[in-house]
T-cell receptor, first 110, second 112 residues
Framework: KAGVTQTPRYLIKTRGQQVTLSCSPISGHRSVSWYQQTPGQGLQFLFEYFSETQRNKGNFPGRFSGRQFSNSRSEMNVSTLELGDSALYLC?????????FGPGTRLLVL | GENVEQHPSTLSVQEGDSAVIKCTYSDSASNYFPWYKQELGKGPQLIID?????GEKKDQRIAVTLNKTAKHFSLHITETQPEDSAVYFC???????????FGKGTRLSVIA
């Protein structure tokens, strides 16, 4: 099976802009979770979608949002970007409790 | 909520030696404990996991032990090789549909 794919792999944006990241899960996986990884805070949970519904949400401001489509593909959006949003954004898919990560999207906010 | 502490933050070992990374968790309801390896420029890769009904699990040179009473679990890598050099993360969750909570990571360097 193909693994989790994320696009784009790299992004450069400026403060105030918005960005949309995409994640395609492993075939058959209906749960998609998003994490933010920074050197200072490590891996922090953003949200999880299952069957097009947000099932869990982490402690991030409302500028961070997501959605899931009927084919389980997921997108996350960050509006009004801040310098502190620079990070590696990771998507993970799962069939049960085991999560498999994609390569991530590295976002740089200037 | 759950809190996962991971030690050490950096670890250097000679090739062929063993490496041990330890994690503690706070929520006694947690029952699923995976370990991930992250190489430079890549996403975390699951290397082994354990559930709370098991005390130890092995997969070739890698083993994980779990002490539910003390709420800690450890990763053991034997006969380390240079390709084991990476950042290792432990995590915990209550299984089902609860999110993983990660430790801060351990940077392992295997010196040839």
């Amino acid at each position: 099976k193909a693994g989790v794919t994320q696009t784009p792999r790299y992004l450069i944006k400026t403060r105030g802009q918005q960005v949309t990241l995409s994640c395609s899960p492993i075939s058959g996986h209906r749960s998609v979770s998003w994490y933010q990884q920074t050197p200072g805070q490590g891996l922090q949970f953003l949200f999880e979608y299952f069957s097009e519904t947000q099932r869990n949400k982490g402690n991030f401001p409302g500028r961070f949002s997501g959605r899931q489509f009927s084919n389980s593909r997921s997108e996350m959006n960050v509006s009004t970007l801040e310098l502190g949003d620079s990070a590696l954004y990771l998507c993970a898919s799962s069939f049960d409790v085991t999560q498999y990560f994609g390569p991530g999207t590295r976002l740089l906010v200037l | 909520g759950e809190n996962v502490e991971q030690h050490p933050s950096t670890l250097s070992v000679q090739e062929g030696d063993s490496a041990v990374i330890k994690c503690t968790y706070s929520d006694s309801a947690s029952n699923y404990f995976p370990w991930y390896k992250q190489e430079l420029g890549k996403g975390p890769q699951l290397i082994i996991d354990i559930r709370s009904n098991v005390g130890e699990k092995k997969d070739q040179r890698i083993a994980v032990t779990l002490n539910k009473t003390a709420k800690h679990f450890s990763l053991h890598i034997t006969e380390t090789q240079p390709e084991d050099s990476a950042v290792y993360f432990c995590a915990a969750s209550k299984s089902g549909n609860t999110p993983l909570v990660f430790g801060k990571g351990t940077r392992l360097s295997v010196i040839a």
